[in-house]
């Protein structure tokens, strides 16, 4: 998200005719350079780009930096490929439209696109290197097509005089492998020297398919992070679920009567969700949902169920880590559910808030049955605070 | 022109005179050819720290004397002179140059441009040499270029103190914050009082 001001450096000298890169040098140039300029604005709506051509009578450029993307891409249309490139006057050209942007904000950037072998010699270009690093100008340098003799090495010298502090990168893209701008997305060219334009480059890549959870990050940021977020919750909680159960595994249970007065329970609260099926199906869910949370509740204090999950995981492990996860999800947040559970608790309350339910008749076996199993629990869960915990610690 | 304090600096603190510090813009404080970016911002501290050389300093590239710190204020000072502690061997600036309320100076506008003064500085490590200001010059400055175009004979040029003695008014020079320009006018943007049926319309 840096605030940049960007001037891209074109080759477009005969040397780009050439087929090595597909279809042409000069295409696949293009293309990267489109890449760039979409990921750049991105990044940041006041960052701008400018563009010119280094090869030819002159240098001549084609846009100053601008932040619309339209009029840039337009640009480099029907663009003339022929002459030789001339790469210091293209950085100090690039340098002075640079000097003269509008918003003296943004830092200033240079990428040059370094296709075809370099006629100027490497003092020369060390000392336009330093001008550069005085002047706190970035160069990005984009080495493919023409492998000359001594053109890495010139502008290797040419990186390392520019270079401070990692801001400046060279970047060397061997011809036959992946296109040039593909080969681009990966390096801090498009990235920026930290994150930034990753979103943007993913887009691109998967060509608006292959998100992590089908959304779009660019078009919904909001909800790609916060699925992003809720998947590394559930991982890390299931990862500590699952080391708690391999501890369990190895302790011994004790505890048995406590063990058979959950069992019970559940089995009593099973069979009432069961019974209660037929004439109220929307206050069953309402109920059930009641009933899970009194039922989380009643494993509130965890050690006790610690032992009851040690003999569940003997018999099924799924079902036992399912059940610790949200046995853990209920110690989390025990505070709320204290409260809760003290309104479940009150015997008084539950009838009156069934009664006041449409379709629910206090009279009903199934509920009658239901209450006292709630009731129960809440009697039981007296007991066992009662009794110092002594199992399974 | 250059005065020296004519009394023993531990009668009276000399730190109050020297307080134009506090209005100093510190983020937006930015130096061309610093070795180590964000360096420049360590060379603004209070008058008593002025001598603390373990913290950081500005020093310049290998082999390149040349420095530019742009200084922005946070209100409209009146600088009345000014002191800088450079380093030693040879490292100190030789001479510097000032430029007013004027931001986005590189090297090259900085040597083609008048500088609003110039000094020829001394070798001074301990602080107690201030440059004066021609002060008409500098009565609302919100900001300040100095350019140090070289050094006495060092490889870089190293500052490890710059103050500013003077005043600060409440002013702030405001640049206009929000223009709208009409390409074309739009009558509904324009209503008259007749219209907006407020006021009183006096006929003659």
Redesign the interface.
């Given at each position: 998200m840096v605030l940049e001001a960007t001037m891209i450096c074109i080759d477009n000298s005969e040397w780009m005719r050439n087929g090595d890169y597909s279809p042409s040098r000069f295409q696949a140039q293009a293309d990267a350079v489109n890449l760039l300029c979409g990921a750049k604005t991105q990044s940041n709506p006041e960052n701008t780009v400018g563009i010119l051509t280094m090869a030819g009578k002159q240098v001549r450029v084609l846009t100053t930096p601008t932040s619309d993307l339209g009029k840039i891409l337009s640009c480099m249309h029907g663009l003339e490929v022929g002459g030789e490139m001339n790469l210091s006057a293209g950085i100090q050209v690039a340098q002075l439209a640079l000097?003269h942007r509008q918003n003296?904000n943004q830092k200033q950037r240079i990428i040059v696109f370094a296709g075809s072998p370099v006629q100027y010699d490497k003092t020369m270009l060390e000392t336009i290197g330093?001008k550069l690093?005085?002047?706190?100008v970035s160069l990005d340098i984009v080495d493919f097509g023409e492998d000359e003799e001594g053109k890495l090495e010139k502008l290797d010298a040419l990186f390392a005089s520019v270079n401070?502090?990692e801001s400046s990168h060279i970047i060397h893209i061997p011809p036959g492998g992946a296109a040039i701008s593909t080969a681009l997305m990966s390096t801090p060219v498009f990235t920026g020297d930290g994150e930034g334009g990753s979103g943007f480059a993913a887009a691109a890549a998967a060509g608006g398919g292959n998100f992590d959870f089908g959304v779009d990050p660019n078009l919904d940021p909001e909800l790609a992070l916060a699925l992003r977020v809720s998947m590394e919750e559930e991982r890390a909680r299931q990862e500590a679920a699952a080391k708690r159960a391999a501890d369990e595994a190895a302790r011994e249970e004790k505890g048995e009567p406590s063990n058979s007065q959950d069992a019970t329970m559940v089995g009593k609260a099973a069979e009432a969700i069961n019974n209660a099926s037929e004439p109220m199906d929307e206050v069953n869910a309402l109920l059930q949902q009641a009933i899970a949370l009194s039922m989380e509740n009643s494993g509130s204090d965890p050690s006790v169920h610690d032992s009851e999950m040690a003999e569940a995981t003997n018999e099924d492990q799924d079902l036992a880590m399912a059940l610790q996860i949200s046995i853990q999800e209920a110690a989390k947040d025990s505070s709320s559910q204290s409260d809760m559970s003290k309104v479940l608790e009150d015997p008084s309350f539950m009838p009156s808030v069934l009664a006041s339910l449409p379709g629910v008749d206090l009279n009903d076996p199934s509920v009658k049955e239901l209450l006292a199993s709630l009731q129960g629990q809440s009697e039981s869960k007296q007991k066992k605070e009662d009794n110092p915990p002594s199992d399974g610690k | 022109m250059a005065c020296l304090h004519d009394h023993s600096c531990e009668d009276h603190d000399c730190s109050s005179n020297w307080s134009l510090y506090k209005h100093i813009d510190l983020p937006k404080v930015s130096a061309?050819?610093e070795a180590v970016?964000g360096s420049a911002k360590s060379v603004f501290k209070p008058w008593e720290h002025r001598l603390n050389s373990s913290e950081e300093h500005l020093e310049s590239?290998e082999g390149?004397p040349?420095l530019l710190v742009y200084i922005p204020f946070t209100s409209d000072v009146k600088i009345k002179s000014i002191a800088i502690i450079g380093g030693t061997d040879g490292t100190s600036p030789s001479k510097m140059r000032a430029f007013i309320n004027r931001?986005?100076i590189?090297?090259?506008d900085a040597q083609n441009m008048q500088a609003v003064q110039e000094w020829d500085l001394v070798e001074n490590l301990n602080g107690l040499l201030e440059f004066q200001t021609r002060y008409a010059k500098f009565q609302s400055v919100a900001s300040i270029t100095l350019h140090f175009p070289d050094n006495f004979g060092g490889d870089t040029s190293q500052i490890h103190y710059i103050g500013f003695k003077g005043e600060a008014t409440q002013l702030k020079r405001d640049v206009v914050a929000t223009i709208v320009y009409e390409l074309m006018p739009n009558p509904s943007d324009h209503k008259t009082k007749a219209e907006s049926g407020g006021g009183f319309s006096q006929v003659e």
């Open positions: 000097k003296k330093k690093k005085k002047n706190n401070s502090n | 061309l050819n970016p590239n390149d040349e931001d986005g590189d090297f090259s």
